[in-house]
């Protein structure tokens, strides 16, 4: 037997005796919770991710990390972020593909989940999320709510919701959720596009599993992009960008940046 062989071997050894330590440690009927990583991309978001990070340290789940990505921002975001997240990471360019692939590729947790920056999750939905999101799932979203109760916004996100629950449309409200294995085995999002991403995200992810959607908690988001360009406007940008989808490549789009 080599020196590298024996090295090895006695590698293992500690491995295992570590690990049967920890579980002895562990009390007996208690479940092992998933670890999980809150990926936010952020540009421009100083406004609106002090919220988000302060929504997160008040959720009572240990086993999380939060990495914030602040990409091409000319503000403050990653000083307001820097003391609020586990992890900060700043690119000189604006890309929200680059910035969610980054993030997930430093992610340590086993079950990723991506946040707009401008996007509160309500108490306990990391619980709740690592309680319902199995390993038949590969892919899913959290019920929407606006941060307004303006009655056209409540509208809207009573026909999103239900097109995710009855899984009409495979889509997100500012929450995507996936297994980092398969993540990176499909290698993440497509950094090419700007519109549609996500539901291109989760068309793929289901080769592995299903697409589920918790309704149980709720993904409160900024409707800002509906204040500035109104309503209808809004309703007719998503048809075109849904029917464009079904016969064109969309890489050439850009997606127009509201602060």
Same mark, same amino acid.
Not at 151 to 161: Q, S, V
């Given at each position: 037997?080599?020196?590298m062989?024996?090295l %090895?071997?006695?590698? $293992?050894s500690?491995?295992?005796?570590s690990?049967?330590?920890? !579980? %002895?440690r562990?009390?007996?009927?208690?479940?092992?919770?998933?670890?999980?990583s809150?990926?936010? =991309?952020?540009?421009?978001?100083?406004?609106?991710?002090a919220q988000? @990070?302060?929504?997160?340290?008040?959720?009572?789940? =240990?086993?999380?990390?939060?990495?914030?990505?602040?990409n &091409? *921002?000319?503000?403050?975001?990653?000083n307001v972020?820097?003391?609020? *997240?586990?992890?900060?990471?700043v690119? !000189?360019?604006?890309?929200?593909?680059?910035?969610?692939?980054?993030?997930?590729?430093?992610?340590k &947790?086993? @079950?990723?989940?991506?946040?707009?920056?401008?996007t509160?999750?309500?108490?306990? %939905?990391?619980?709740?999320?690592? +309680?319902?999101?199995?390993?038949?799932?590969?892919?899913?979203?959290?019920?929407?709510?606006?941060?307004?109760?303006?009655?056209?916004?409540?509208?809207?996100? #009573?026909?999103?919701?239900?097109?995710?629950?009855? %899984?009409?449309?495979?889509?997100?409200?500012?929450?995507? #959720? *996936?297994?980092?294995?398969?993540?990176?085995q499909l &290698?993440?999002?497509? +950094?090419? #596009?700007?519109?549609?991403?996500?539901?291109?995200l989760?068309r793929?992810l289901?080769?592995f &599993?299903?697409?589920?959607?918790i309704?149980?908690?709720?993904?409160?988001?900024?409707?800002?992009?509906? $204040?500035?360009?109104?309503?209808?406007?809004?309703?007719?940008?998503?048809?075109?960008?849904?029917?464009? !989808?079904?016969?064109?490549?969309?890489?050439?789009?850009?997606y127009?940046?509201?602060?």
């Amino acid at each position: 037997m080599d020196i590298m062989e024996l090295l %090895a071997r006695k590698g $293992e050894s500690l491995v295992k005796s570590s690990a049967a330590q920890k !579980s %002895a440690r562990r009390p007996a009927g208690k479940k092992r919770l998933k670890t999980i990583s809150v990926i936010i =991309p952020a540009h421009n978001e100083e406004r609106y991710i002090a919220q988000t @990070l302060s929504a997160l340290r008040r959720q009572k789940y =240990p086993a999380r990390e939060v990495i914030v990505v602040a990409n &091409g *921002c000319a503000d403050n975001t990653a000083n307001v972020a820097r003391e609020n *997240c586990d992890r900060l990471v700043v690119l !000189s360019k604006k890309n929200l593909g680059v910035a969610r692939n980054l993030g997930a590729r430093m992610a340590k &947790g086993e @079950l990723l989940l991506f946040l707009d920056a401008d996007t509160v999750l309500e108490k306990n %939905a990391l619980r709740i999320i690592a +309680e319902n999101f199995s390993r038949k799932h590969a892919a899913g979203t959290l019920k929407g709510r606006p941060d307004s109760d303006r009655f056209a916004y409540r509208m809207i996100y #009573l026909l999103k919701n239900f097109m995710h629950r009855s %899984a009409l449309h495979h889509g997100s409200s500012g929450v995507i #959720l *996936c297994w980092k294995k398969h993540f990176i085995q499909l &290698g993440g999002f497509n +950094e090419k #596009l700007e519109v549609r991403e996500n539901s291109e995200l989760i068309r793929r992810l289901e080769r592995f &599993g299903r697409y589920t959607y918790i309704g149980k908690t709720s993904a409160i988001t900024s409707m800002r992009r509906y $204040e500035r360009r109104g309503v209808w406007r809004m309703i007719w940008m998503w048809v075109r960008l849904w029917f464009e !989808s079904l016969f064109r490549d969309l890489q050439n789009r850009k997606y127009e940046t509201i602060r």
